[in-house]
């Protein structure tokens, strides 16, 4: 079983900051869900940062919400986050 949320910050950049209870941070990615469904009112910013710890996960306050083992497992360690300016760890930018 994976940790719950304990905290979550929305960010700028339609990502959010998860802690959970183990102490874990991660960075999760909602950009890939925001042309699907009722995950289409989060691009409405205010509505994306109204988002609240809710009985070990996150929800919205129109009621938008994601499994914490999602949120767990394809969220990316923070220090993995902030040290490629944003890519998950190991992607990288091809120039030429």
Known sequence: ????????????????????????????????????GIFRELRDKSLFNSVKPFLGSIKWQNGQDFCPDTLY????????????EGFPLGVALQIG
């Open 73 to 84: 497992l394809e969220g990316v360690d923070k220090r993995n986050w902030a040290a490629t």
């Open 1 to 36: 079983m994976n940790p719950r949320v304990k905290d979550v910050r929305p960010n700028p950049d339609y990502t959010l900051t998860v802690t959970f209870v183990n102490g874990e941070v991660k960075v999760f990615d909602v950009k890939p869900y925001l042309d699907k």
